[in-house]
């Protein structure tokens, strides 16, 4: 991860929202770091830590998006906004997954040069709202990864305990479009080379006249109003929206503006702040920019209307509304899952023994989670749809031609050459996909990786 000054964004997921790495706002963190044995304060100041250090960085990345808004634009709709959802990171990781925020970066880095990390302070705080600088060196320099992943090596993992993160001058990224199982570091790219992100970038600016696809070039960053193709173009938190030719840097919707649905796909229109929500009357109907509900307030399970600005709790499974509560409350097995931030999604306490057991109402653009149960998995011999239910992983003779399907039973992993529609359900641990049959596939020895 390369540190981007002034540059930041958020990842919205299913089930969790996570500092975007490389080209959407990074962290200053990564493989830019020095490898000098680390500084020490003066004039009086206490040391940094890795927690002081970053509360510090998040706190200065709300004030200079306050400062420059009207130049960069903004990623939330408010100052107060923007520390509210670093402060919610430290419940949500501590409670989710069982780490702290800052335990969790303190635990993949080390702080590798002090003064440098306070230099890169002072950077953000002070840097000219229409600075082209992507890249700062004091930040890049900042800190190390503890146990740097080399290049061509796997990098990622299936959870943030396992996580692997790259060393100096490399990302993290698929191995192909085809091997998306498969995560490894890579090394930089020189300008001219092609890029689907700014994050591949040793400049940290991908250009080019395509959405999903550009080149790696010096930093030339378009102002608001101007012309642009992709939001790596796009200065600051702007981002790139309208139609066919006319796409321009923009700012994101406020409160009220329009957009097309709770997953906000439509590349005419930018999408809400991030501490707005897409609030549409049903399927197909264009929405308003709406603020999430605080803690305490009325919920809805409805999928189209707004959520909570943590989660939503039920008092039973098939309960209509609910309860906005904070991440302390994330449900255990036997009880109603939570609605989470407006997303069609239901999530549990993050045990792997845990899966949400849920019933649907309605069909394709109507279809909606009538009801959700948090549940155990199930043990060997136990009645089952899918292989999610299963403590194996697997479940076994379903017949899908029925409707509702008929149950099959968990139990042992499948043999090369059975269907399959997901990779632990299978002795070789790949469900390797099948051209005639799209929405399965066939177990198979799991691929190399790398």
Known sequence: MRMNVMKHGVVVG???????????GGLPIGPGASSSSGGSSSGGEQPLTMRSALEQYFSALCDAEERCANTRGRVFSTKAACN???ADREALYANYYGQGYYDYFASKYRMADEAAARRCLDNVKTQACDSQEVNNPDCDAAFAPSAPVAEGEICGGETIQQEKVC?????????????QDCTLCFALKANGQTCQGAYQCESGFCDGTEADSGTCAA???KSKGQSCARTDQCLGSLVCAGSGDQKTCQDRGGAGASCDGPNETDPTRPGCYADLACVVGGAGSTGSCTALLADGATCQRDRFSVGCQHLCIFDSEDATSGTCKGFTDFPQANSPCSRYQGLPSYVCDNDTTIYPDY??????ATADISSCTCASRKADGAECIFGDECTSGRCNDVNFQQNPPTPGTCGDKAPNGELCFADSECEGGYCEPNPQQPQVGNCANALACP
């Open 219 to 221: 930093p030339a960053f």
């Open 359 to 364: 019933e649907v109402q309605g069909q394709g």
């Open 14 to 24: 299913a089930v969790l929202l996570s500092v975007a790495c490389g080209g959407g």
């Open 167 to 179: 060393g100096e001058d490399t990302y993290c990224d698929y191995k192909s479009e085809t091997r």
């Open 84 to 86: 509210a959802y670093y």
